[in-house]
């Protein structure tokens, strides 16, 4: 959503600095209906771990708040790359790090989940991204989930880091010139609306089509989504 957004926006005439912190501050707020739909659906198949989710939250929730806060005092340009390489970095890690063996079981040290999971929401707030992007990788490789896991909980964590994420944008947001018409801080209501309600009932899709993915060829769809868009926002691909 987030880069979609940004390239409408740009197509608009809206000048880069406004446009892609709107996109990140409602991106964020699209992600709290659409998350709760998909957490839904994935604890319906039982595929969120709600004891690590809980955790990962709390923290997540309150590095968004702060990387929010960082992102609206950063110029426009550097957020499009910051966004564009955090997405690219975590397709290649993705991509080239050996699979956890199948038969290790998920991280469930609270202390070592608050760790990961409060330093990813500040990245989160700072490129707008509401956490699956980022914390799917985390959660496959370094706290070894299996991957109908890791999108699951991701699902629940991106309920908290949203709402930390959007907070920020709307607190830091409120009397910037040039934002739209309908706009409470960076985030647009109209925008919001429209994405809304069509990605909650897509989200459902979604679930069902992971579901019947085996879990490779999930992992490589991910990827290659991660990488495209990656170099597109910095610049490398037309």
Known sequence: MTPVQYW???AM??????????AFGTTLFVILPTAMSSTLGHSRKGAVIWRAAIVLSIAGAAGSLIGATIATHLPGGVL??????????????????????????????PLLLAVYGFPLGIVIGVTGIGGGVLMIPVMVLLLKFRMHQAVGTSSALMIATSTGGVI??????????????YSL?????????????????????GVRA?????????????????????????????
């Open 80 to 109: 499009r790359i910051i966004f564009g390489l955090a997405i690219l970095a975590g397709g290649i890690r993705m991509l080239t790090a050996k699979p956890p063996k199948i038969e290790e079981e998920p991280v469930d040290n």
């Open 210 to 238: 992971s579901h019947r993915l085996p879990a490779r060829e999930l992992k490589y769809i991910f990827v290659a989504v991660m990488i495209g868009v990656g170099l597109k926002m910095i610049g490398v691909s037309g």
């Open 185 to 205: 801080g960076y985030v647009n209501l109209i925008s919001w609306l429209a994405l809304a309600v069509t990605s909650v009932p897509m989200a459902q899709v």
């Open 8 to 10: 409408i926006y740009i």
């Open 168 to 181: 920020g944008y709307i607190i830091n947001g409120l009397g910037v010139e040039g934002l739209f018409a």
């Open 13 to 22: 005439g809206v000048s880069e600095d406004v446009a892609i912190k709107v």
